[in-house]
């Protein structure tokens, strides 16, 4: 997995309408360590791992930079 920015962590939470703390539950990390993560402050690779896999598991798709930058889409299911 390549270095997901702050803002794609906090495009990603508003895609799926979860608050901070509803991503904090489900990632099963502090509320607080959410906050630090989408303001870029310092975390353990844990917890960026976690609030990773819960967005990921949830339909977001992190989109590397390119020439427009980088992004989040929602996956769509397969039919």
Same mark, same amino acid.
């Given at each position: 997995?390549?270095?997901i920015a702050p803002r794609? !962590?906090?495009a990603a939470r508003a895609l %799926? #309408?979860?608050s901070q703390a509803e991503l904090a539950d489900k990632a099963i990390v502090s509320l607080s360590s959410v906050i630090r993560l989408e303001k870029g402050q310092g975390t353990t690779t844990d !917890?960026?791992?976690r609030v990773c896999q819960a %967005?990921? #598991?949830a339909g977001i798709v992190f989109l590397p930079a390119g020439r427009r930058g980088e992004g989040v889409r929602l996956s769509t299911p397969e039919m």
């Open positions: 997995m390549s270095q794609q !962590i906090r %799926l #309408g979860w !917890i960026y791992f %967005l990921e #598991g």
